[in-house]
């Protein structure tokens, strides 16, 4: 499955911004979907992610209750719905795919779940 992430921009702090990854090459349907992130020095970590048919979700402590994840799979995308944003937010965003594995994998052991990557976009957050 090959993901194309899209929607990353410049956007004041407090505000909102959606982010889209579209696959192709595969139904998104069979595979966890999660999105993750690298701000400028560090390692990249873990955001956010949803089951196949988006029953349970999972976030990291830093975004939950500001940020949302979706899917619709009839469209094979995934959403990140961010609100409140805050300039610590700032960093490249990837969205990721886990085939045989959950949410909560996902983001507990990215490194033994995620099959494929797409590309990054980039969400800039201005104080």
């Known amino acids: 499955v090959q993901l194309q992430a899209s929607g990353g921009g410049l956007v004041q702090a407090g505000g909102s911004l959606r982010l889209s990854c579209t696959a192709s090459g595969g139904y998104s349907s069979n595979y966890v979907m999660a999105w993750f992130r690298q701000a400028p020095g560090?390692?990249?970590?873990?955001?956010?992610?949803?089951?196949r048919a988006a029953i349970s979700t999972y976030y990291s402590d830093s975004v939950k209750g500001r940020f949302t994840i979706s899917r619709d799979n009839a469209k094979n995308?995934?959403?990140?719905?961010?609100?409140?944003?805050?300039?610590?937010?700032?960093?490249?965003?990837?969205?990721?795919?886990?085939?045989?594995?959950?949410?909560?994998?996902?983001?507990?052991?990215?490194?033994?779940?995620?099959?494929?990557?797409?590309?990054?976009?980039?969400?800039?957050?201005?104080?």
């Open 42 to 51: 560090k390692e990249r970590e873990f955001v956010a992610a949803i089951s």
């Open 77 to 127: 995308t995934v959403y990140l719905q961010m609100s409140s944003l805050k300039p610590e937010d700032t960093a490249v965003y990837y969205c990721a795919a886990g085939f045989r594995t959950t949410a909560q994998a996902m983001g507990i052991r990215p490194h033994d779940a995620v099959d494929a990557w797409g590309q990054g976009t980039l969400v800039t957050v201005s104080s």
